[in-house]
């Protein structure tokens, strides 16, 4: 006697492998489907055709890695790093200069000539070597000045100032009166490169280049850009994109890239149009106590000055390292030639003779000179300061001050009016206390003595046995994960983390004390690769090739510090060398074989991570591909995208509060190579690198809003969207030149699957359209659903094994084209649904909004491994409420 079986509900349970079919004692297995090609499974319960991918711009320049970066400005905007290069894709296109007649007079610096020196106390402006040469000094500012004269048809247009600064900080401005900011501001720009937009709107505008640090800065270039695409030198070849070794994070306008095998970068937006690319360089560590046994002498105080060692020591690859020196005694020497100004200071402690110290004035000058003294205000910095003495005239002379056991600090200053002219050497010399001094490397004389830049003042020139080196150069190796946690920016080399200083991610000071003490710890992996991937989520997680590092702070609400910082194994799957991704306090990774998916998530009822297999229930999900990479949209529902070696992805939507994990495939004409998911306002930017038709194309994910079948409708793929001037009859798509593409027109398909395009030279001609019509050009694709075996809800149990049948089917669909929807046993007996909607005959094409109808035959025949299919094409709208089948079983 035939039995009815129980109807499926949803649509959400998504992809499982046949081995998973028989798993009757799993709910979610009753909604799951044996293939879900091109059909997305929502988190509400239903199933849609996925929407199609829209070309942005090509690409087609060598490997590509799109970088991930949300703004809520409204454009879409993307860095897209290639060999050696980045371009930045704003909305539609890359962005781009236009021609202007706006030039710089000697922007090369082959010459002074054209530019002014407007620097203050002794700082100076000038060119040497090819090189802007800024010098600036504790006591004056180094400025550049030019006078820029803009064509009446070219200021209200957008500029590019292109800068290359070879030893920063610099600091940029435009205004329209010298000295001034009001077009452009651009500070603190360090060695790399810059394009900075303007728009001048004015006929004369004032450019000036400058430098506040006490020691040369230099510029290589400073000119207008010309026509064409903005391209920003990177360090990053093609094989390094290919390899995967890029990390970055992205915090407020500045996207920190490690690789492992450069020094840091920063991507910097300062506008939509102006993007730059530079050293991520710090003044304060992290140091590390050096294990050689060498002595090291500065020649000098400030500035640039030689380091010199006392046997060969230095190699090239060194260049860029930091040097502290810890000295005893302390000398000063400032020349003030304008007041206001205030002089280092020197620390006094100690008693009786041990608090005497030298001090004196020498020069040509007129006016008074006040010698100043401050307490320690318990910080180890100086308190409010007063005057201990003045002096109107040369000196040289002795001071030792009472205060025996008291922590003391003295300095020179010149207030307001008290320089009549001239200028006044300064010198304070202590024989007592110790202080430390900080360099970094900018070349290599010889194994013996280093040219460096001075960032914190030498006090001695005697030579010393005690200095720290920083963690990080080519010599030492460099950072390969970066996270933003808690606060503070986390870099991590090899078995080695290294935590900034709370809210200042450029500071890694160790006199900073407490909780706010910078963080230099180790994960104690057991491995030699090191750290591969950082994610702060509930915990900092770190991720190597053996295991899942999960590192906690004493109690669960406190923030991890210096002296609390206890790494403990989450899990030991292993990590694939390939960027984590974030996912509420979950995080997703690639095992170490490239094709497995692992979530690290709290385990509940207890304060620590566990890791849980994305794939037990299709372990063969990627066809034996590795993963390449991922990416994680949020909106409209949570979908992590995994793109494959062969050029599939692979999508979860992901919903585990819901229950909701659920497969499903992408597929495309073409191989897609790389993903990433921008957030912004409404549904996320879910963008990617794809080859398609020879080349390689940036496109993005179109909207679900843009794909029900209205009048513009996006289900195609690699889409161009038109909207038609008046009779305009030819669509220019260059990008599918030669390739068959559906045509949709102001809510009706033109060309569908059964009668498509082919595209010559470039272009598709259609009847004359309207003006304002809106017209999508792109390439087809199919939707395809099978049922699992049907094997549940059985009267007298399991239909497994039993001789059954689909009968009929009862389905639920939401602005669909229903008759151009096909239902059947297999994909080779398939056949249209209906023909029509509530007794009246379907017009060709026609959406319905809403299909509710008595249930259909379905041909089948009686067989154990009975099973439903359904297919959807694109460019028309297809989504599934819910099934009803009803199986009979004969057994």
Known sequence: MAKVNAPVYSLNGGEVGEEALARLDLERLQFAGALYSNMMPRVIGSMTLCPGMEHIADINIDEVLPLEYSYSGGSNLVPVLSNLEMRIIRDNGFVSRVAVATAITNGDFASFTGWTNASTGTATAGVSGGNLVLTGAFLGRAVARQTLTVAGGDQAKEHGLRITVVRGPVNVRIGAAAGGSSILTALALDD???SLAFTPNAGTIYLEISNDKPRPALVDRCVIEGSGVVVIPTPWTAADLAANIIRYEQHKDVIYVASGVYQQRMIQRRSDTGWGVQRYKVEDGPFVASDVITALQPDGYVGVINLLADRDYFDSRMIGRLYRLFQSGQAIFDTFAAAPAEGAYIRVSGVGGSRTFNFALTGTWVGKVRLQVATDDGSGSPGAWS????????????????DNNVIKYFRWVIVPGELTSGSVDTSLIYGGGSQTGVARIVSITNAQSAVVEVLSRFYSLGSTFEWDQSSWSDYDGWPSAIENFGGRLYWAREDMINGSVPDQYKSFDDAVEGDSAPIARSTGASTDRGVLWLLGLQRLLAGTDVSEISIKSSSFDEPLTASNWFPVEASTRGCKNLRAVKCDSDGIFVQSSGIGAFALAPIQGSLDYGSTDLMAMHEEICDGFEIVDLAVQRRPDTIIWFILSNGEARALTYEPAEKVVSWWRRTTQGQIKRVIANRGGGEDNVCFAVNRNGAMRFEKLASLRDCRGGLVNCLADGFTRFTATAAQTTFSVPHLDGMDVTVWANGVALYDQDDLYTVAGGNVV?????????????????????????AYGAQGGTALFQPKKLSQLGIYLLDTAIGKVRAGKDFDSLRQITETNKGKPLQDGEVIAAYDADMMPVSSDWNTDSRLCLRAQAPYPFTAGALVLDVKTNG
């Open 387 to 402: 005057d201990v003495n003045s002096f109107t005239s040369n000196v040289s002379s002795t001071y030792t001050d009472g």
């Open 766 to 790: 259609l009847p004359a359209q309207s003006a304002g019509v809106s017209v999508v050009i792109g390439l087809p694709y199919n939707g395809d659903y099978q049922s699992t075996k049907l």
């Open 192 to 194: 790399g490169e810059h």
